[in-house]
């Protein structure tokens, strides 16, 4: 009987060996690929029923304070970062030229009361000058009435009959024009229907008045709500403040919300009160709960400053995105300065 090839056997009893060596570099390369594909299963289900954006940043009211007049600002009572309540004093302004202008108003009243009382008291309002007409005209005509009898019987000349006729149409041209005078004195004195029982000059000068009163109170600029300071450094003692610049802004406490730029393709589903989850870069264990207040009316680019002209031949389409305004419901436990990143996720499987 021949012997067996020591080579061979050797050869034969390698072979399961290699095959017992591949077993765990098999299950590894089709266990890879199987765990992507579950875990990428599992993540596409956990995507459902909700969408998410990181474009999203904290926003707070905020008021850009002016002054309505114009003039030198002589008292600054606040500072960067400064609390304050709505009604406290932000600056003062010069009011010396409006304390001024009240006084001008004060004497344009005086001097309107006083030419009242001269109209008053004028003769053309006392019936004096018509007395005196009427009693003229009375002795003219007795006068022309001797004259004319005078000259019936032959005793007196055609010049002095002329001169009597002449006496008396004199006499009724003076009272016409104390008639006339005491009607345009009467006028000066009415008052219009606009302003019932107040003369026009006396009206004027007190509105006047009331403009110089409220200018005066502009001088002093007072929070219109409160909250706190910022972009203070640009008011300055002695700094000329002109009506309708921006000299500084108050930024609220309170009201604070997320404005989230969804992408137009992710609101399909999304509707006014549906859940939302915001966590913010600045505070990463912070986590608020808050749900969807409102979905903007246009796109970001819609309402840009340059909107965007897509009418060309090289146009390309690009991904709008939505502004939509997030409702905090609980207390955040650090402060939400406004401009800060968020991240929000709006359940939009719930509420269908």
Not at 65 to 87: H, L, P, W, Y
Not at 124 to 138: L, Q, V, Y
Not at 144 to 153: G, S
């Given at each position: 009987m021949a012997e067996a090839d020591p080579a061979r056997l050797d050869a034969t009893e390698a072979r399961p060996l290699h095959r017992a060596r591949n077993w765990p570099r098999l299950v590894l390369m089709l266990a890879v690929p199987l765990l992507v594909v579950i875990g990428g299963v599992i993540y596409?289900?956990?995507?459902?029923?909700?969408?998410?954006?990181?474009?999203?940043?904290?926003?707070?009211?905020?008021?850009?304070?002016?002054?309505?007049?114009?003039?030198?600002?002589?008292?600054?009572?606040?500072?960067?970062?400064?609390?304050?309540?709505?009604?406290?004093?932000?600056?003062?302004?010069?009011?010396?030229?409006?304390?001024?202008?009240?006084?001008?108003?004060?004497?344009?009243?005086?001097?309107?009361?006083?030419?009242?009382?001269?109209?008053?008291?004028?003769?053309?309002?006392?019936?004096?000058?018509?007395?005196?007409?009427?009693?003229?005209?009375?002795?003219?005509?007795?006068?022309?009435?001797?004259?004319?009898?005078?000259?019936?019987?032959?005793?007196?000349?055609?010049?002095?009959?002329?001169?009597?006729?002449?006496?008396?149409?004199?006499?009724?041209?003076?009272?016409?024009?104390?008639?006339?005078?005491?009607?345009?004195?009467?006028?000066?004195?009415?008052?219009?229907?606009?302003?019932?029982?107040?003369?026009?000059?006396v009206a004027a000068g007190q509105a006047q008045r009331a403009v110089a009163e409220l200018n005066l109170r502009r001088t002093e600029v007072r929070a219109p709500i409160g909250g706190t300071i910022a972009q203070a450094d640009r008011l300055l003692v002695g700094q000329e403040a002109i009506s309708g610049l921006p000299l500084l802004t108050v930024v609220a406490r309170e009201g604070s919300y997320i404005e989230a730029n969804f992408k137009e393709t992710d609101l399909a589903e999304m509707k006014v009160g549906q859940r939302a989850e915001l966590r913010f870069d600045a505070y990463p264990g912070v986590k608020l709960k808050g749900h969807v207040a409102a979905i903007g009316a246009g796109t970001g680019s819609e309402f840009s400053v340059l909107p965007a002209q897509n009418a060309t031949g090289n146009w390309v389409k690009v991904t709008q995105r939505v502004p939509v305004r997030i409702v905090l419901d609980e207390a955040s436990p650090r402060p939400l300065i406004a401009g800060l990143s968020s991240k929000v996720t709006v359940y939009t499987a719930e509420g269908r």
């Open positions: 596409w289900y956990s995507l459902q029923g909700k969408v998410s954006t990181d474009n999203a940043y904290v926003k707070l009211d905020k008021v850009s304070v002016s002054s309505e007049i114009g003039g030198k600002i002589v008292e600054v009572a606040v500072r960067e970062d400064q609390t304050i309540k709505a009604g406290d004093l932000l600056f003062r302004i010069d009011p010396e030229p409006y304390q001024l202008q009240l006084r001008q108003a004060d004497a344009s009243i005086a001097a309107a009361q006083a030419n009242i009382a001269a109209l008053a008291n004028a003769s053309a309002m006392s019936n004096a000058d018509t007395s005196a007409a009427r009693e003229n005209i009375a002795f003219a005509k007795s006068n022309l009435a001797r004259q004319q009898a005078l000259w019936d019987r032959g005793f007196t000349t055609k010049a002095a009959l002329d001169a009597a006729q002449h006496q008396v149409a004199g006499a009724e041209a003076q009272l016409d024009l104390a008639l006339a005078k005491q009607r345009e004195a009467s006028a000066k004195l009415s008052t219009g229907a606009q302003v019932p029982g107040i003369n026009p000059q």
